[in-house]
Every structure is written in C-alpha cells, then in structure tokens.
Nanobody, 122 residues
Framework: QVQLVESGGGLVQAGGSLRLSCVVSGGTFGAYAMGWFRQAPGKEREFVACISWTGGSTRYADSVKGRFTISRDNAKNAVYLQMNSLKPEDTAVYHC???????????????WGQGTQVTVSS
C-alpha cells in the first residue's frame, strides 16, 4: 500500500516562499507520476502541478505558472513543490498524489496524502 506524507506548510506573508515535501513509501516510486493539488475551504480540490516519472515533463496550473516549481528525487522517494511569490489566494491544504498516468486531472492519481496547510497573509 502506497503511503504519502507531506511536510513544509506553514504561515507566510504575501510575497514569501515555502517549499513543500512529500515522501512516498510502499510502492515503486520511480514508476509513478506525481502531482500536487490544493483545496481551499468551501472549494473543490484543484490541480497545481504534476511531474512525469522521469522528471522530464512538468505541467502547471495557469494560476501558479512562473511562481511554483515541482521537482522529484527518485533516490529519496520524494517530490517537492517550491512556491515563490506567494499570494493570499494560494492559501489551501496542499496534497501530493501518485498515479500511473501523467496528467492534471484528479482521476490520473490513485493515492493521496493527508495534506499540509499553507496560509498566506496579506
């Protein structure tokens, strides 16, 4: 059974940066595409970024393009989300996910972490 544990969330002022981490256990990490999603209170979970199993392909939501960077370290079974120039509208619980298909839809991912809270103050 695949397990994912996120870390790195917190409270930051607008314009600041955070780096989220997600460690995966119980599966063949290098065979998975990885993604980050977020869910704000009262809103649906939305796509943020994804990365292919080799790390050679990445995709971003328009709202974070140019500010966020997804990366992975297959030797550490970890995926990261570097978030710069944060805005109050980035406030949400951020979840990482693994999937056998590379894509931006929720259905592309089969296992999810519990999430880490990111709060951006204005």
């Amino acid at each position: 059974q695949v397990q994912l544990v996120e870390s790195g969330g917190g409270l930051v002022q607008a314009g600041g940066s955070l780096r989220l981490s997600c460690v995966v256990s119980g599966g063949t990490f290098g065979a998975y595409a990885m993604g980050w999603f977020r869910q704000a209170p009262g809103k649906e979970r939305e796509f943020v970024a994804c990365i292919s199993w080799t790390g050679g392909s990445t995709r971003y939501a328009d709202s974070v393009k140019g500010r966020f960077t997804i990366s992975r370290d297959n030797a550490k079974n970890a995926v990261y989300l570097q978030m710069n120039s944060l805005k109050p509208e980035d406030t949400a619980v951020y979840h990482c996910a693994v999937g056998e298909a590379y894509g931006s839809s929720l259905s592309s991912f089969s296992s999810w972490g519990q999430g880490t809270q990111v709060t951006v103050s204005s």
